[in-house]
């Protein structure tokens, strides 16, 4: 688990070269378009080869400076705008994206993380289709033979049997989310919103087919994008996993990916006070000194959310390096913890005075 | 979606809206398949439907949840239709409701891992009838809250019973216009809890064995503060007599076993015509938020509590906990029916409190009382009594209009 970035680079590398030159297949926006989405992935043409996660022309892979965890989850992004259509920068919050976006983000776990970039599985793929009366989220059940993933409204789990990235076999029960847990983190004042195209996540390189290029500098020129100010001016997020940048951006920045599309005042954990969103300079607000509001037994016996200097008596780490639904944070999306991150939080949470 | 369409085409044909729009009847029977199908019901449902569970066991793996609006969710009785979260492995609670004018009838969750049914920015949300239990009695890795409306407007629970949350059985929080009545709350650590709300009554409720029986709180550093005009009324608070088992860290974590009702900061409390005995440490505690906070628009002490025309049995024999200590080390065992801390901000200790903001008991003749001008104990350690007559808190406060909700018949 602990190569994720090396895979990463590697799936950048593949998606780049393989997003280059390949015919152009039409993108059905009806399809995109219509009130009852497709039964197969393959309908929306979003990818010259489907198993491979080659994308068709006009539809443009993208990654996030810091991903959200998901049971380690290997995850394809990709973006695709209507035709002479561009997505309104917005310094703070997702971009603002034309009825007919469509978001695709693919789910993929490899056979051993140690040789993390083969024999990769694809399990599901989530489609947010942009309507003209908001967002629209589906998930996408990938067949056991590979060859095109259908529509599940009901949700499915998934039985994960993989090595670790320390060698050690690593077995649990992946969740492909129901209709409705979808909004469980993507509701903004209880309309579904996307999450990760964000100016400060997104303000990162991505290795293109014609050469690593600035994310937005790239949807700019490719008029995917209209509104964005100078690079200087843009927020950049950090990657967590990157040593060198400063513990508490990491640290802030991993909380806002994380827990801040419920842990804000417009997300569904607004009633906590807990406000995790990246720009939230209130430490109360944050969690310092904060104690909960109904945590339960999440609280693991600790009386606030961050004790400055003692991660061990903090309830954030507690309920991040939990796996017991009930105590666990998030709520959804996982069933392993991310040692990693648990150690970075408790670092910061250390570091704090 | 589909609801929109038919709309729409009413419209055009001129038809009577209200005839065609009918509304469906999803059912959803236990056996095999039958979580699959709940899930998608909840999901498909179109406003105007009612989903039927029928009787028997439904065993989930993850919390349910519904976001459409005007749905019904019925089941065939609270101890027919069951929905078990023993193998619960995700999700924070059993049944999360996050759409308007919703009704859940009829049916039980049992043993949810988080809370049990929550909703969370509703608006007419109905708890009808239910039952949300941990079947292994009280325990701290119960989970959190039975009954659970958070952020949401006209909220009724009636006829529920909710036994073994470790935190909250009834736990209403930053809501407004709240009915909670005719239920029962039983081994909860905090059988009915009202935090930062705004008009609720609560009343006909039994709230027994729990650690504290019925609590009204406000507490800091929540997006919605200042919980006013609260009525509890002729509800039976008795013999709360089971240990707390909250974790700690949690706020009821400080309520002695044997607290009838408590009341804790908040505005404008009414506290009348209720039954209580059997309530070890006190059968009416009233006082100031203790701990420590950051939060300046926080106002920690009570602000106009009427207690008056409730009758007391036997209780405060047996203080429990530290505040119980810190209690009777002041009042002696038993301890008085009804205590104040006596808590006031230092301005108003060195000058007055205004007559819309100050604590009156008017009970019956013998019932027992103590002030136990906890702020004189910390400022004149030397030249400080509580004050145990009871006489000098006579007074009235205008009592706030009964509440009423569009789903109960109200405006």
Not at chain 1, 13 to 40: E, N, R
Not at chain 1, 307 to 312: A, H, I, L, N, T
Not at chain 1, 323 to 332: I, N, R, S
Not at chain 2, 225 to 245: E, K, L, P, S
Request: aromatic residues 8%.
């Amino acid at each position: 688990m602990n190569n994720l970035g090396y895979v990463r680079s590697l799936i950048a590398a593949m998606a780049a070269v393989v997003s280059f030159g390949t015919p152009a297949q039409a993108i059905s926006d009806t399809v995109v378009l219509a009130a009852t989405p497709p039964k197969q992935l393959s309908e929306f043409g979003f990818f010259e080869d489907l198993q491979k996660q080659m994308p068709a022309s006009g539809v443009v892979p993208f990654r996030l400076a810091t991903p959200l965890f998901s049971d380690g989850a290997e995850k394809f992004r990709f973006v695709y705008l209507p035709k002479g259509q561009a997505a309104k920068y917005d310094p703070v919050e997702a971009f603002d994206f034309p009825v007919g976006t469509a978001l695709i983000k693919t789910f993929a776990f490899p056979a051993d993380y140690r040789k993390a970039a083969e024999k990769l599985r694809l399990i599901e793929t989530r489609v947010l289709l942009r309507h003209a009366d908001g967002w629209q989220a589906w998930a996408y059940l990938w067949n056991d033979q590979q060859t095109d993933a259908t529509l599940k409204i009901a949700g499915a789990k998934v039985a994960i049997s993989t090595i670790g990235g320390d060698g050690m076999p690593l077995s649990f029960e992946y969740s492909v989310p129901n209709k409705s847990q979808c909004k469980a983190c993507h509701a903004f004042n209880g309309k579904i919103t996307p999450l990760g195209p964000k100016a400060r996540n997104l303000n990162t390189d991505y290795a293109y087919a014609g050469g690593s290029e600035n994310q937005i500098t790239h949807w700019t020129t490719a008029s995917m994008l209209s509104g964005a100010p100078d690079l200087a001016e843009i927020p950049a997020a950090a990657d967590w996993r990157d040593v060198t940048a400063p513990l508490d951006k990491r640290a802030r920045t991993w909380l806002d990916v994380n827990c801040a599309h419920c842990h804000r005042p417009e997300g569904p954990a607004s009633n906590t006070g807990l406000f995790l969103t990246y720009g939230e300079d209130v430490p109360v607000r944050y969690g310092v000194l904060k104690r909960p509001a109904a945590a339960g037994r999440g609280s693991g016996d600790r009386e606030f959310d961050i004790v400055p200097g003692e991660p061990g008596r903090s309830i954030l780490t507690y309920r991040v390096e939990s796996t017991v639904p009930g105590v666990m944070m998030p709520e959804l999306g996982r069933h392993i913890a991310d040692p990693d991150a648990v150690k970075l939080l408790a670092e910061w949470i250390a570091s704090l005075r | 979606m589909r609801s929109i369409l038919i709309r729409a085409a009413v419209f055009a044909s001129g038809v009577c809206l209200a005839g065609l729009v009918s509304a469906a009847e999803l059912r959803v029977d236990a056996g095999d398949g039958a979580t699959e199908k709940l899930v998608e019901a909840l999901i498909s449902a179109q406003p105007g439907d009612t989903v039927v569970i029928g009787p028997g066991r439904i065993e989930l793996t993850e919390g349910l949840s519904l976001d459409v609006d005007d749905v019904t969710v019925r089941g065939a009785g609270p101890d027919q239709t069951i929905l078990s979260l023993k193998e619960q492995t995700g999700s924070g609670e059993g049944l999360l409701v996050t759409s308007n004018r919703v009704v859940l009838e009829n049916f039980a969750v049992e043993d949810a891992k988080g809370d049990g049914v929550k909703s969370k920015g509703s608006d007419q949300i109905t708890f009808r009838n239910l039952r949300v239990e941990w079947t292994n009695g009280p325990n701290e890795k119960n989970g959190s809250y039975g009954v659970y409306p958070v952020s949401s407007k006209h909220v009724l629970i009636d006829k529920v019973t909710v036994r073994g949350a470790s935190d909250a059985g009834i736990y209403v929080g930053q809501s407004e216009n709240v009915i909670v009545r005719n239920s029962r709350a039983e081994y909860n650590v905090a059988g009915i809890e009202i935090e930062n709300s705004m008009r609720a009554d609560v009343y006909k409720n039994v709230a027994t064995h729990n650690t504290g029986g019925i609590l009204v709180f406000d507490l800091p550093n929540l997006p919605v503060q200042g919980g006013h005009d609260i009525r509890v009324f002729d509800n039976d608070v008795v013999d709360n007599d089971t240990a707390n088992f909250a974790p700690k860290g949690n706020t009821v974590a400080m309520v002695p076993k044997g607290t009838g009702i408590m009341v804790m900061a908040n505005r404008n409390v009414h506290v009348f015509g209720n039954r209580l005995s059997g309530n070890g440490t006190t059968h009416v505690l009233i006082g100031a938020y203790p701990k420590d906070y950051d939060d300046k628009n926080y106002m920690f002490v009570p602000r106009g509590v009427f207690v008056h025309g409730n009758a007391y049995g036997e209780g405060g024999n047996a203080p429990d906990g530290e505040v119980g200590k810190m209690i009777a080390d002041i009042s002696g065992t038993p301890v008085p029916d009804v205590v104040w801390d006596g808590v006031t901000r230092i301005p108003e200790y060195l000058s007055w409190v205004s007559a819309e903001n100050q604590v009156y008991v008017d009970e019956q003749e013998g019932t027992s009382f103590i002030n136990l001008k906890m702020l004189s104990q910390l400022l004149l350690p030397w030249g400080w009594w509580p004050d145990t007559d009871i006489s000098g808190y006579k007074g009235s406060l205008p009592e706030p209009q009964p509440v009423k909700l569009p789903q109960d018949g109200g405006s």
